[in-house]
């Protein structure tokens, strides 16, 4: 089983074992970058974002890695990447901001979104259906494959900082004023969500 992990100083990490043994991945850009998020739509095809708004994507199973342009230059950070195929990717964060592809990243563009937080995590169910969260307890849902998007009830203030969504269960985490500082929530239906289990 394929994996793989990213972070700070341009780190990149995979396995090929299930996680027994892990590899540095190979980046040649430096160590300049902290990579935040990573997501893989097959075995060869992949992103990476981080700093400076910076978008990787890979086509050969990470031996190389290509920054794609998306035309927003603040030097802000991306935080969450979702691929939901090997053209469709959705890209979310700081200022409220989301980028997607239908090309696989040849051309990125801007989703309208109502609120102007950082956004943390994103998660799709299928290819039309997904959450992202950020900060100030923000949650926001799509049903349109990430074209739209609209706020959902949230029972917190604290910042959001990833959800993951399978068929048979969601749960998103965040700062909770708990020793560890976490607390899951999960969904109570299409509209809000409620506290669950830490």
Do not use: C
């Not at 160590?31 to 400076?52: I, R």
């Not at 035309?71 to 964060?93: F, P």
């Not at 959902?152 to 203030?157: A, V, Y």
């Amino acid at each position: 089983t394929t994996g793989w992990a990213v972070g700070s100083a341009g780190t990149m990490l995979y396995t090929s074992n299930g996680g027994e043994s892990w590899s540095q991945g190979t980046w040649s850009g430096g160590t300049f970058y902290t990579w935040k998020a990573v997501s893989f739509a097959s075995t060869s095809v992949g992103w990476v974002v981080g700093t400076d708004r910076t978008i990787l994507r890979t086509l050969d199973e990470g031996l190389s890695w290509v920054v794609q342009s998306h035309g927003i230059e603040d030097g802000r950070s991306w935080h969450g990447v979702e691929a939901l195929s090997e053209s469709t990717v959705i890209v979310v964060g700081d200022a409220g901001k989301v980028l997607r592809t239908t090309d696989g990243g040849l051309t990125w563009s801007s989703q309208a979104t109502t609120a102007f937080v950082p956004y943390y995590g994103v998660s799709f169910l299928t290819e039309s259906t997904g959450w992202l969260v950020g900060d100030m307890g923000t949650i926001m849902h799509t049903v349109d494959g990430g074209l739209t998007w609209q706020a959902q009830g949230s029972p917190t203030l604290n910042p959001l900082y990833a959800v993951h969504f399978k068929p048979t269960y969601r749960w998103v985490v965040g700062n909770w004023l708990l020793p560890d500082g976490t607390l899951n929530f999960e969904t109570t239906g299409k509209e809000g969500w409620a506290v669950g289990s830490s």
